[in-house]
C-alpha cells in the first residue's frame, strides 16, 4: 500500500482538522523576504494549499509542488551548501481544544492511522475516545511549527 495516496481519501477533514498556521509565521516570511507583487515564489509541498492563499494575497507569483517530507535539519544543511546564506528557523506555537470526536477525527487525517487494520483501527479510536472523555472529554494539542528561511545571494 502506497501511504502516499491516503492523504487525498480524506483532504477535507485535513483542511479541518489539521493545525493551521498562523498569520504570524507568514508575516514573517512576508517581511523576510520582501514577497510582493514582482516576485516569484515557490512552495514545496502544498498538500491542500493551506499556506499558499498569503502568498497569493501578497499578490507574488507562486509555484508550488508536492514532495515527500524531508527531515528539516537536512534541507536547512542542504540549502547552505547550494551557497543560501542567512539561514535561520524560528517556533512558532498554537494550542487547539478537542473533544474525542474531533481527535478521533483528526487521527482520520494522518495516512498511517488510516491504513491500520480495520480492527485494531476500531479498538484504538475507541480507547483514545474513552480515555479523552473520561478526563473532562477535552484534549488540549500544543503544535509546534518550524520555520526555516534561507536567502540566496
Known sequence: MDLRLKF??????????????VPELFDEIISYSGIDETKK???IGI????????????????????????DCKK???TIKSYGFKNCYS???F????FTADGYISLL?????HRAMPIKAK???????????????????????MDLYLAQKP
Do not use: M
Open 8 to 21: 487525498n481519501e480524506d483532504a477535507e477533514n485535513y483542511d479541518k482538522w489539521r493545525p493551521t498556521y
Open 41 to 43: 515564489t515557490l512552495e
Open 47 to 70: 498538500g491542500t494549499g493551506q499556506a499558499t492563499l498569503p502568498f497569493l494575497q501578497a499578490k507574488c507569483k507562486v509555484t508550488a509542488i508536492e514532495l515527500i517530507k524531508k
Open 75 to 77: 534541507i536547512e544543511n
Open 90 to 92: 524560528k517556533l512558532f
Open 94 to 97: 498554537q494550542t487547539r481544544i
Open 108 to 112: 482520520n487525517t494522518y495516512s498511517d
Open 122 to 144: 476500531t479498538a484504538l479510536e475507541n480507547g483514545i475516545a474513552d480515555a479523552i472523555n473520561s478526563f473532562g472529554g477535552i484534549l488540549h494539542v500544543y503544535d509546534t
